[in-house]
């Protein structure tokens, strides 16, 4: 009996280990980036100001000399691409504070290889020290001018 008392308490032992194991901080540049997916995606100047109001830093927006011109910015992608696919097409770059990825259009097939022109790039840039804000405003822009340059 208590040969088997030790065996459960072995057992639950275990698989506490396991499940904290498997706890792991959520990766908060591919929680922007798909908010940013929603947000192109829904393609309103009420869901960039939600974006901006989210991950922009409270330092950063007091600094936002005019917020217009980055509503503006973002407006531009969203209209050059329109609604993007909820997958990663291609991870490029991945580091503690950077993600860089590239995006297809919706309904553009991953097969055959899809033209640089249907590619949006996107690069988030958080802070070092507080992983929940951008460092800077996201870098994003088509592949085919990265590739121009």
Known sequence: MKYEKNRIMKLIW????????????????????????????????????????????????????????????YRQIIDEFGDMQDIIY????????????????????????PSPEDILVVQIDVLKDNPRYLSRGLGMGALICYIKK
């Not at 929603?38 to 830093?57: L, M, V």
């Not at 770059?93 to 990825?101: A, H, P, Q, S």
């Open 14 to 73: 275990i698989i506490t280990l396991l499940s904290l194991s498997n706890l792991q901080e959520p990766d908060l540049k591919k929680e922007i980036l798909k908010d940013w997916i929603a947000t192109q995606n829904d393609g309103s100047n009420e869901a960039i100001n939600q974006f901006i109001d989210t991950w922009f830093s409270p330092e950063m927006r007091e600094k936002m000399k005019n917020r217009d011109e980055h509503i503006a910015f």
């Open 90 to 113: 291609k991870e490029v770059e991945y580091t503690d504070t950077r993600l860089k990825v590239e995006l297809l259009k919706k309904g553009m097939p991953l097969v055959p290889e």
